[in-house]
């Protein structure tokens, strides 16, 4: 029997979601997670204000401009984005040693944060999340909070522009009803599992054996 395909099976499946926000994103990610055990969720540093409820090193690592700004200038990101004037990256040494375990890590990153790392991890699986509609999005972005309209009209901005880098990702989950998107990515996940090089790694010695048996 030919050798398995040369893959890096051995390693984690790295997973990058973006969305605009309003788009159930964050609920959906954590549906994901709790239903997936094998799936780890990396936890980004960030410049922006803690939010009520909300704890550092879970959530995000919460940093000030000075600590981010130096960890730039040393290289620490494999992605960094300005988003909402707020500065967000994922730490490289983390991702690297969750993925040389094994382990499958998701990124929850925005569009230009998911260009950087498609650019470095070709083998990446990008994921969009679309809202199904602006009226959705806008009705939950309303939801949220008691934020104006100028604040709502800035974030809808934001939101379609997120929107607009549809196209370059891998897979495109549409958000209307929560347990079909929910459904959708669980099968995007496991079909991914399921490709042939990763396969080798954990059957090979059952397909040897029924062809050199
Ligand atoms: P929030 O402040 O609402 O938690 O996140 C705002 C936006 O920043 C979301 O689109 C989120 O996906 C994105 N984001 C969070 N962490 C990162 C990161 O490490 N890198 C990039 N590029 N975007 C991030």
């Known amino acids: 029997m030919p050798a398995a395909p040369a893959s890096p099976a051995s390693k984690g499946l790295l997973f990058v979601v973006s969305a605009p ?14 239903r997936d055990p094998a799936l780890t969720l990396s936890v980004s540093y960030t410049t922006r204000a803690r939010r009520p409820g909300e704890v550092d090193g879970k959530h995000y690592h919460f940093v000030d401009r000075a600590r981010f700004e130096q960890m730039v200038a040393e290289g620490a ?33 925005d569009w ?37 309209d100028a604040v709502i009209g800035e974030r809808m901005a934001k939101a379609r522009d997120e929107l607009s880098h549809w196209g370059e990702y891998a897979y495109l989950v549409v958000n ?4 079909q998107a929910l459904g959708d990515l669980d099968a995007i996940v496991k079909a991914e599992r399921l490709r042939t090089p990763r396969q080798a790694a954990r059957e090979q010695a059952r397909l040897r054996a029924m062809l050199d048996g």
């Open 21 to 34: 926000s309003g788009a159930g994103k964050t609920s959906l990610v954590a549906a994901l997670l709790e």
């Open 77 to 109: 990101f494999i992605e960094y984005a300005r988003v909402f004037d707020n500065a967000y990256g994922t730490a490289e040494s983390s991702l690297r040693e969750t993925l040389e375990r094994g382990q499958d890590l998701l990124l929850e990153i």
């Open 112 to 148: 230009q944060g998911a260009r950087q790392v498609r650019e470095r991890f070709p083998e990446a699986v990008s994921i969009f999340i679309a809202p199904p509609s602006l009226a959705a999005l806008e009705e939950r972005l309303r939801g949220r909070g008691q934020d104006s």
């Open 176 to 179: 209307d009803r929560f347990a």
